[in-house]
């Protein structure tokens, strides 16, 4: 049997025999209370995935390992930027995490509440995320390089009660300092204000406490020989909330459970990534994002393997830091964007092929469109393979894979090639919702329910979740908002989003934040924010404004700090255009696609229903006299 027969066989078992299939991959976990049913789907779109079992996720990613690997690397810190490696076993992951449970529950966290972490990528924050889910807490990681809005939105919306942080973040060898961003969004926070954890690194001299702020290494201490029992709960008790951007409203909290979350993602590792029990993974990304909450935290963890959690730029101190990582500590499993294999391009294939990559069996990347060329570039200069995968926040996990756990299928360069296990997907005309033919450009829909491990519904907004996801079509279909194409052989290939938004280096961002952001500012009546291409990122963020006629015309230097510090450097816009007014439909509707082909160098197309025909003129203008 090839490869592509091996996998036809085994994703039609998983829509023929869809049970049979997920009561197979639950084996996978531990189960305190055994399920009966293996999915309740009496309210679609809500899919509850063995729904009368309980048990923990930390017992999962920690205590179950401890008798055959308490002395193996659970979690490996790399930092260049403080330029300090820590090796840390399962058995000294699992005395940390009790304690810091220990110290939640001091602080009154139980079940249910929720802890934001806001922190840079040191083991503290793994930790904490694993505290969380061993007392039946639920985690909302917010990306340590978001600011002050961006974290108050976050903060209005979870209501948590316990914020965990550290005093400083390091970027490029220079300190961030989180406690003013900190203090400046509790200025935009309406709801009761949590306590506050916090992590000194001793990069700086360590600030006195104030009231309702602790400090991380003296409760730790105080906890030395906790031992917290985790929690069971119940397979669909949340266990993290993730922030993610979408065209309208402000983010929203993409909702996971327990059990479904658990199941995908260790199955994951068996049949996409082909990592094994006791292998290593490096994953470049952060844990603020899906893909570190994935991908260098809960799938690497749950399979028993090593994960390394890296602090820092993948071209610093040298672009060779990455491939030394991997020989150094024998990496299996790679994984990381495309934004960020275009930048080592940039430097070139040297600084691969002077290290020893011989344990390294496959690259994966994902977040953003990877170009062929970049494909081909990696995949010849590793001499390996490099694999492409497709997916969201709101799936946690690949919807499109070639699946090397199960034998890799041809690759072909551009396309993250199939569909994976237990996803129904249907590529349809945007408008009729009727099946597109092979080679043509249809929305990509997936047919509920949605496998183990997809989102359960936006936090505290179950019609919020309905109505983005699942009201496109009169067939309830859930929307990926990205177009693709079916190729003759099945392959599939992503042609970008249908909605507004902006993906910067894999990084997903909303156009009404930034826009909200610009409008903060007094001589700011409209803006309209587009991504447009860019050869190393992807997209960049650039901004059209329109000014009021009262105050001081702003400077295009003042807007964009002005977006770095409310939302966070990844949102600043590269360009800032003051022009009279935005293009808009008659109803009033900002023609955004227009504005993005004129600001690409595009013609913005036939515009019968534009308002104000002579606006598109006046922008043209701009953009051309910069
Ligand atoms: O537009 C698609 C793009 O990234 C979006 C999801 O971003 P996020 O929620 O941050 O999750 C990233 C998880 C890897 C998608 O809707 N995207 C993601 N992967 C790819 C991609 N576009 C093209 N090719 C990909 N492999």
Partial sequence: MNTREKYEIFYRSSMENREEFWKE???????ETPFTRVLDYHTPPFAHWYPDATLNLCHNTVDRHLAERGDQNALIWVSTEVEKTLEITYRQLHAWVNQAAAVFMQMGVTRGDRILIYMPMIPQAVVAMLACVRIGAIHSVVFGGFAAHALASRINDATPKLIVTAD????????VAYKPLLQASFHQVKVAKPKVLIVHRGLVP????????WDWDREMDRNLHAQIPPVAVPSNHPSYILYTSGTTGTPKGVQRDTGGHAVSMRASMKHIYDLRPGEVMLTGSDIGWVVGHSYIVYAPLLTGATTILYEGLPIRPDPGIWWSIVEKF???IMFTSPTAIRLLK?????????????SLRYLFLAGEPLDRETHRWIASTLKGQVIDNYWQTETGWPILANHAGLGLMDIKFGSPTVPAYGFDVHL??????????ANEKGSLMIKPPLPPGCMTTVWGNDQRFVDTYYSRFKT??????????RDDDGYYFIMGRDDDVINVAGHRLGTREIEEILCTHPSVAEAAAVGVKDELKGQEVVAFVVVSKEGKPPGEQELKDLVSHEIGAIARPRDIYMVAGLPKTRSGKVLRRSIQAMAEGRDPGDLPTIDDAAVLDQIKEAIENK
């Fill in 428 to 437: 349809v005309d945007e408008i009729t919702g009727e099946p597109v033919k």
């Fill in 25 to 31: 991959q639950a084996r996978l976990i531990d189960w």
């Fill in 168 to 175: 400083t973040g390091m970027r490029g060898g220079k300190i």
């Fill in 330 to 332: 024998k990496v299996n």
């Fill in 476 to 485: 309830l279909m859930y929307a990926t908002f990205d177009y693709a194409m």
């Fill in 206 to 213: 360590a600030a006195p406490l104030g009231p309702d702020e």
């Fill in 346 to 358: 940039k430097t070139g294939a040297d600084w691969i092929h002077r290290y020893n990559l011989s």
